[in-house]
């Protein structure tokens, strides 16, 4: 079992930074790829951005590619997101997923994601 615990969010302006953190509990989550996805009231969920279990591969959402960044430290089982240059429509509830399988590539699936937080509330205001 993974439990995610997300951490970060807040109420910021147009144009500002945010990063958010996700730590993980077990021994596994260094084997696991991570993602972030996010829902905005009235909308589907949709893909952020996702990370392989060792770093070294990442995919992005087009809507955000070029300004979000995500990164892990699998020594404190921890995996961010570093949010800039934040608009109005990023507004959402960020929630930290991981992979069912063990070292699988990043996906955009949500299907392939099994664990998932709480989430944390992101708010741009203009």
């Known amino acids: 079992q993974v439990q995610l615990v997300e951490s970060g969010g807040g109420l910021v302006q147009a144009g500002d930074s945010l990063r958010l953190s996700c730590v993980a509990s077990?021994?596994?989550?260094?084997?696991?790829?991570m993602a972030w996805f996010r829902q905005a009231p009235g909308k589907e969920r949709e893909f952020v951005a996702a990370?392989?279990?060792?770093?070294?591969?990442?995919i992005y959402a087009d809507s955000v590619k070029g300004r979000f960044t995500i990164s892990r430290d699998n020594a404190k089982n921890t995996v961010y997101l570093q949010m800039n240059s934040l608009k109005p429509e990023d507004t959402a509830v960020y929630s930290c997923?991981?992979?069912?399988?063990?070292?699988?590539?990043?996906?955009?699936?949500?299907?392939?994601?099994?664990?998932w937080g709480q989430g944390t509330q992101v708010t741009v205001s203009s």
């Open positions: 077990g021994r596994t989550f260094s084997s696991r790829a």
């Open positions: 990370i392989s279990w060792n770093g070294r591969s990442t």
């Open positions: 997923v991981a992979s069912a399988r063990l070292y699988y590539s990043p996906t955009a699936d949500s299907r392939d994601y099994d664990y």
